[in-house]
C-alpha cells in the first residue's frame, strides 16, 4: 500500500488495521471543543459533548445532528453500563451521573472524604458493574469549561465507584492530570491517560498502564507510552489489545507492547474518540471544532 497523506505507517502491524480505501469523514463542524463520543448501537446514534457551548450533540447515521441536552453541566466523557445506560461525567456540576431509561438523571459521585471532586472528565464501566473515572482539574481552571474555582482535593485521583455498595475508592493518586482511561479487552489492564503538559511543557504526555487485581485494586503501575505530538486526552483499545490515542496530529496506535504502529492524521487537534456502527470497525473521532469518522479493519473492545 503506497504512502497516504492520512496514514503514518510506523510498524507493519498498522496496515493490517487500517483500510486503503477509506476516507476521513467529516459528519459536524461547529462546536467550540468536541468531546467524549459514546456510541449506541441499538438506537443508531453517537452522542458526543461540545463542552464550552454547554450541549450533548445526537448524530445518526442518515446525516442528522440535533441537540441531545441543553443545558449539559459543561459534560466532558461520556460512556454505557452495562444495562446500557448513559453515564456522564459533567464539570459544572463537578459530579458523575447516569441518565435513567425515562430521562431522569441520577448522581452518582460529587464528593470524595467530605470535599467536592474537582471535574470528573472521562468514564468507563467495568463488567462488574463498577464505574471508574478520572478528576482533573480542568473544569475549574476557568469559566470557559465550567466554573473557576480552588480545588478542595489535594490531588487528582482516579477512582472506582462500587456497584453494590456504592463505595468510591481513590485507586491512583500521583497522576498530575489524569485523563482518558480504558480497560484491555479482558479487563486484566487499565490505561489512563496523564495529561500534565496541557498547561505545563515539562509534565507528563504519556499513558500509563495498571494490572487489575480482584476486587479493583490497580497494582504495577508503569508508563506504557509516550505521546509525540500534543498529548494524550481519550483513547480506547480494540479487540487484539491495540490502544488508540487522542493526539495533536491525529489518532496514534500503540500495539499492545507499548509500540507505536502508526497514525490517522486529522486536520485539528484530536480530543476524544469511539468505536462504533453496527459492526464496531468505525472510529468516530472528536477533534477541536468537528465530529469525524473513519472506518478500521479491526472492532472496538467496548461494551455494551
Known amino acids: 500500500m503506497p504512502e497516504s497523506p492520512l496514514y503514518e505507517i510506523h510498524d507493519p502491524r498498522f496496515r493490517a488495521l487500517i483500510v486503503e480505501?477509506?476516507?476521513?469523514?467529516?459528519?459536524?463542524?461547529?462546536?467550540r471543543w468536541a468531546e467524549g463520543p459514546v456510541w449506541f448501537d441499538d438506537a443508531q446514534q453517537l452522542l458526543w459533548s461540545d463542552i464550552p457551548n454547554q450541549r450533548m450533540l445526537r448524530w445518526t447515521p442518515d446525516g442528522q445532528v440535533s441537540v441531545y441536552r441543553y443545558p449539559s453541566n459543561f459534560a466532558n466523557g461520556h460512556t454505557r453500563d452495562r444495562q446500557g445506560r448513559l453515564v456522564s461525567c459533567?464539570?459544572?456540576?463537578?459530579?458523575?451521573?447516569?441518565?435513567?431509561?425515562?430521562?431522569?438523571?441520577?448522581?452518582l459521585a460529587d464528593s470524595?472524604?467530605?470535599?467536592?471532586?474537582?471535574?470528573?472528565?472521562?468514564?468507563?464501566?467495568?463488567?462488574?458493574?463498577?464505574?471508574?473515572?478520572?478528576?482533573?482539574?480542568?473544569?475549574?481552571l476557568s469559566d470557559y469549561e465550567g466554573y473557576k474555582t480552588a480545588p478542595e482535593l489535594a490531588t487528582r485521583n482516579v477512582y472506582r465507584l462500587d456497584a453494590v455498595s456504592g463505595a468510591l475508592t481513590a485507586v491512583v493518586s500521583d497522576f498530575l492530570q489524569p485523563n482518558g482511561l480504558a480497560f484491555s479487552p479482558d479487563e486484566s489492564r487499565l490505561y489512563i491517560a496523564d495529561s500534565g503538559a496541557s498547561h505545563d511543557d515539562t509534565a507528563p504526555r504519556h499513558i500509563r498502564v495498571f494490572e487489575v487485581e480482584q476486587g479493583g485494586t490497580l497494582i504495577n503501575g508503569r508508563v506504557f507510552c509516550h505521546i509525540d505530538k500534543g498529548i494524550p486526552d481519550g483513547l480506547r483499545v480494540d479487540v487484539d489489545g491495540n490502544?488508540?490515542?487522542?493526539?495533536?496530529?491525529?489518532?496514534?496506535?500503540?500495539a499492545a507492547d507499548g509500540t507505536l504502529i502508526g497514525k490517522i492524521l486529522v486536520p485539528q487537534v484530536v480530543a476524544n474518540l469511539t468505536f462504533g456502527g453496527p459492526r464496531r470497525n468505525r472510529l468516530f473521532i472528536t477533534a477541536t471544532q468537528s465530529l469525524y469518522s473513519i472506518y478500521v479493519t479491526v472492532a472496538g473492545a467496548s461494551r455494551p
Open 21 to 31: 480505501s477509506a476516507a476521513l469523514e467529516e459528519l459536524h463542524s461547529g462546536c
Open 112 to 140: 470524595f472524604e467530605g470535599k467536592r471532586l474537582n471535574s470528573p472528565n472521562d468514564v468507563v464501566v467495568h463488567s462488574d458493574g463498577s464505574i471508574w473515572f478520572t478528576d482533573p482539574t480542568y473544569g475549574i
Open 243 to 254: 490502544v488508540w490515542s487522542s493526539a495533536a496530529d491525529g489518532v496514534h496506535c500503540f
Open 90 to 107: 459533567e464539570h459544572g456540576t463537578r459530579r458523575v451521573t447516569r441518565t435513567e431509561p425515562d430521562g431522569t438523571v441520577t448522581m
